[in-house]
């Protein structure tokens, strides 16, 4: 069955770095685009990013463009997303997606892990 | 604000019929890009619940149905069980943006 799993988060400070990591089992990781999606604590769901299968293609949304970096190593079956610059608005449960591309949706997620941007 | 406008809050008592509404724009819905719903128990991830505007994954009861018309689309749940309780999420593509854009989520009260 399809399982991600997330790491990485934690509590760091405004303009710190942290790297969260996805692992990915139970599919064809390399056959799928993969994305992010946080959701700030009590509020909706929020996409952050995506990357095609190949890793050629990358979307940002502008709140997180030119901070945050995603990629991925499809030998280790695995997605990344590098958050630099943090922000107090980038509080959040990032959650990783399978993005079937054909259908723009999100088929199956992680549980989340949470990242907290505070002194 | 979100892209897809949905409404805050529902309710309905155990048994009842309820619908949320999801309203979007020519460049997402309207453009004839699909309509997906996400359910998201309380202190859980989201979960795929309809895709393609009126299709259940294996595993979805058939009291959830979907659908979708012009620029708007709709998720009735029959039969409310107290486990429905949960918030909902609309979600299409949006052909400005280029990106997948998500409703502001409505959240599902059993009385």
């Known amino acids: 069955q399809v399982q991600l799993v997330e790491s990485g988060g934690g509590l760091v400070k405004p303009g710190g770095s942290l790297r969260l990591s996805c692992a990915a089992s139970?599919?064809?990781?390399?056959?799928?685009?993969m994305s992010w999606i946080r959701q700030a604590p009590g509020k909706g769901l929020e996409w952050v990013s995506y990357i095609s299968s190949s890793g050629s293609t990358i979307y940002y949304a502008d709140s997180v463009k030119g901070r945050f970096t995603i990629s991925r190593d499809n030998a280790k079956n695995s997605l990344y997303l590098q958050m630099n610059s943090l922000r107090a608005e980038d509080t959040a449960v990032y959650y990783c997606?399978?993005?079937?591309?054909?259908?723009?949706?999100?088929?199956?997620w992680g549980q989340g892990t949470l990242v907290t941007v505070s002194s | 604000q979100s892209v897809l406008t949905q409404p805050p809050s529902v309710s309905g008592a155990p048994g009842q019929r309820v619908t949320i509404s999801c309203t979007g724009s020519s460049s997402n819905i309207g453009a004839g890009y699909d309509v997906h719903w996400y359910q998201q128990l309380p202190g859980t991830a989201p979960k795929l619940l309809i895709y393609g505007n009126s299709n259940r994954p294996s595993g979805v009861p058939d009291r959830f149905s979907g659908s979708k018309s012009g620029t708007s689309a709709s998720l009735a749940i029959t039969g409310l069980q107290a486990e429905d309780e949960a918030d909902y999420y609309c979600?299409?593509?949006?052909?400005?943006?280029?990106?997948?854009?998500f409703g502001g989520g409505t959240k599902l009260t059993v009385l």
């Open positions: 979600q299409s593509y949006d052909s400005s943006l280029r990106v997948g854009v």
């Open positions: 997606a399978r993005y079937p591309i054909s259908g723009y949706l999100f088929d199956y």
């Open positions: 139970g599919f064809t990781f390399s056959d799928y685009y």
